[in-house]
T-cell receptor, first 117, second 109 residues
Framework: GAVVSQHPSRVICKSGTSVKIECRSL??????MFWYRQFPKQSLMLMAT?????????EQGVEKDKFLINHASLTLSTLTVTSAHPEDSSFYIC?????????????FGPGTRLTVT | RKEVEQDPGPFNVPEGATVAFNCTYS??????FFWYRQDCRKEPKLLMS???SGNEDGRFTAQLNRASQYISLLIRDSKLSDSATYLC??????????FGGGTRLMVKP
């Protein structure tokens, strides 16, 4: 099946620094990539939708200047958490959506666990 | 009211038991429906799509009732490895997934 990778899988950073998370679709071209955040014991919450070559669409309550999303190619999207604070500590998951032989499918990356100290 | 609602559980069942999860959604225009499984500290993985006619995959059966805006998942002959959180997911326009809060299942020996 299709594979989506995320890097890094785990990151610990100091408060005030920025962290970049990469999401790659390895064997298909992702028309759209989605970024989710999941706090402990909660479900996934969509942060933003990213289409290749255009600006991301952010969900209500998500600060676009704090969570910078770049979708430069059909196989790569990046999420940069700027000036991270401890409350940004969370599990960040991307998913990629694109044409597959069976139709359009959406696949999840393995997630990135961010801890801000 | 949440857009997709699930009983958070946990459901504690013995091995071999049959267990059913329910999910309701509020947007009557929802287009596609899925059950995902999420293990602790891992990403969600697609378990099965849910069709109006109902569908079965081995020990798993999913049902959709559009009139009542209700989705169900039935697991027969529960295995220890079925212990996980089961997420009810719907899509609306733009193929955006909306997740329910998840139902936690713990299968005991």
């Amino acid at each position: 099946g299709a594979v989506v990778s995320q890097h890094p899988s785990r990151v610990i950073c100091k408060s005030g620094t920025s962290v970049k998370i990469e999401c790659r679709s390895l064997d298909f071209q992702a028309t759209t990539m989605f970024w989710y955040r999941q706090f402990p014991k909660q479900s996934l919450m969509l942060m933003a939708t990213s289409n290749e070559g255009s600006k991301a669409t952010y969900e209500q309550g998500v600060e676009k200047d704090k969570f910078l999303i770049n979708h430069a190619s059909l196989t790569l999207s990046t999420l940069t958490v700027t000036s991270a604070h401890p409350e940004d500590s969370s599990f960040y998951i991307c998913s990629a959506w694109g044409p597959m032989t069976s139709g359009y499918e959406q696949y999840f990356g393995p997630g990135t666990r961010l801890t801000v100290t | 009211r949440k857009e997709v609602e699930q009983d958070p559980g946990p459901f504690n069942v013995p091995e071999g038991a049959t267990v059913a999860f329910n999910c309701t959604y509020s947007n009557s225009a929802s287009q596609s429906f899925f059950w995902y499984r999420q293990d602790c500290r891992k990403e969600p993985k697609l378990l099965m799509s849910v069709y109006s006619s109902g569908n079965e995959d081995g020990r798993f059966t999913a049902q959709l009732n559009r009139a009542s805006q209700y989705i169900s998942l039935l697991i027969r002959d529960s295995k220890l490895s079925d212990s996980a959180t089961y997420l009810c997911v719907v899509t609306n326009a733009g193929n955006m997934l909306t997740f329910g809060g998840g139902t936690r299942l713990m299968v005991k020996p």
